[in-house]
């Protein structure tokens, strides 16, 4: 092979190399702090890039934007803390003039830079091995938790959702059945008339502060209030119990 050949393929391999090595795609990073109200995050790279020349990243961004899903009118989202992990994803042109404006108008770049750090944005949920994203416990369903509060949806199991590490509890089961386990005070408020297409059993007392009606009749101890009689021996002795 001619020599200038080779030498001139060894320099074009060079400075293409060299142009790949200044072009940032996305990388992880740890969070330092997180600014609920702006919705960015401060992180610091969290792999090592080789050094050449000037063709070294900083080691720490400060208000990088987080992207949450979400729609015009649905967001899921959640408070980062230090030491979590995103994903940087950097984009091809400027953002920060289109992160200025609401999101339907088409922002004009103010440098003609590509593919630089300090374009990128950080997206949520990433994982090393030892540290999966997913709750283990949940590893086989789709599932929100956070802290003791979660809500799994088992697929035709049904859905599951707990508060305070299992004290109050729902639970819709495959079958079509309902249950709601509280272990303290439960209120329903209602605005207007509640109603309960069903038969309904109560184990406990039940108190009540205003009237109680029944259409048809009201039963207690065996005795129905509408049919019941009461006998006596003679006009003015005391009447029998209900029978």
Request: charge should be neutral.
């Amino acid at each position: 092979m001619d020599n200038g050949r080779l030498n001139s393929n060894t320099a074009i391999r060079r400075i293409v190399n060299s142009v790949l090595e200044d072009t940032k795609t996305s990388i992880p990073a740890i969070v330092k702090s997180y600014n609920s109200t702006a919705q960015t995050v401060n992180v610091v790279v969290a792999v090592e890039t080789p050094s050449h020349a000037d063709n070294v990243p900083p080691a720490r961004l400060e208000d990088v934007p987080v992207l949450f899903p979400q729609g015009s009118d649905w967001v899921i989202a959640g408070p980062l803390k230090e030491g979590d992990a995103v994903m940087l994803v950097v984009a091809h042109s400027p953002i920060r003039e289109y992160l200025k404006n609401p999101k339907s108008r088409i922002g004009k770049p103010i440098s003609v830079r590509n593919h630089d750090l300090n374009d990128c944005i950080a997206i949520t949920g990433m994982m090393t091995y030892p540290n999966p994203t997913r709750d283990t416990r949940f590893k086989d369903y789709l599932h929100v938790v956070q802290g003791p509060n979660y809500i799994v949806f088992k697929g035709d199991q049904g859905v599951e959702i707990e508060a305070n590490s299992g004290a109050s509890k729902i639970v819709m089961d495959g079958e079509g059945n309902i249950t709601i386990t509280n272990s303290g005070k439960t209120t329903i408020t209602s605005a207007n008339n509640m109603e309960i297409d069903s038969d309904l059993t109560v184990t406990g007392n039940i108190n009540c502060n205003q009237t109680v009606t029944a259409s048809t009749d009201c039963v207690g101890g065996g005795k129905s209030l509408k049919g019941h009689k009461h006998t006596t021996i003679k006009v003015g002795d005391p009447t029998t119990a209900p029978n």
